[in-house]
């Protein structure tokens, strides 16, 4: 499967944004779909994912602000940020695997991978 993440962009903090991560080549159904995203100088992180039957998990800093979605006609996994904080400035990667939802949070198991969007928020 490949992925395109698209989306990002230059917003000031409170507003809303959201990611897509459009697959081609498989079906996002068959996969976990992960928002992993890394700020300068840090390490990449989880933020949310959807998993093929329908869960979704978030990091505790995404949680109540951001709502990862599926919509299985466009095969596109969604992103919606709000209430966004500069914080939350990273380039936002999607990722896809099969393996067992309790190992979603981990990138290493994420087989394929779209190219990252920034998102920058200004205060």
């Not at 700020?39 to 039957?53: D, I, K, L, N, Y």
């Not at 940020?81 to 067992?100: G, H, I, R």
């Amino acid at each position: 499967v490949q992925l395109q993440a698209s989306g990002g962009g230059l917003v000031q903090a409170g507003v809303s944004l959201t990611l897509s991560c459009a697959a081609s080549g498989g079906s996002v159904r068959r996969y976990t779909i992960g928002w992993f995203r890394q700020a300068p100088g840090t390490e990449r992180e989880f933020v949310a994912a959807f998993g093929w039957s329908g869960n979704t998990k978030y990091t505790d800093s995404a949680k109540g602000r951001f709502t990862i979605s599926r919509d299985n006609a466009k095969n596109t996994v969604y992103l919606q940020m709000n209430s966004l904080k500069p914080e939350d400035t990273a380039v936002y990667y999607c990722a896809a695997t099969t393996v067992v939802w309790g190992r979603a949070t981990e990138e290493n198991y994420y087989n394929y991978w779209g190219q990252g969007t920034q998102v920058t928020v200004s205060s």
